[in-house]
């Protein structure tokens, strides 16, 4: 078995037309690994990557959802290697 890594799918409502500046903000956070914007229920949705959920989750909760103009969002978090 390899080592596992915590990530997350982290997908988001945000402010309209501000997909683009929320893009932006969300590629500067460390341990994101991709970023997209989406058509559908929700506007964009990014991969974020940690050394241990407790660093995971202060992405998330401390920094992706602080970002000016998110309203909402939904996490999936799974083990990956």
Do not use: C, H, W
């Not at 683009?20 to 590629?27: N, P």
């Not at 929700?42 to 000016?68: F, G, H, P, Q, S």
């Amino acid at each position: 078995m390899g080592s596992y890594v915590p990530r997350a799918f982290v997908l988001f409502n945000v402010e309209s037309d501000s997909e683009d500046e929320v893009l932006e903000e969300l590629k500067k956070i460390e341990g994101m690994q991709e970023a997209y914007v989406s058509y559908g229920a929700y506007d964009l949705i990014a991969i974020v990557k940690a050394d241990t959920i407790e660093k995971l989750v202060d992405a998330i909760t401390d920094k992706m959802r602080k970002i000016n103009k998110v309203r909402k969002t939904l996490t999936l978090v799974f083990m990956g290697e």
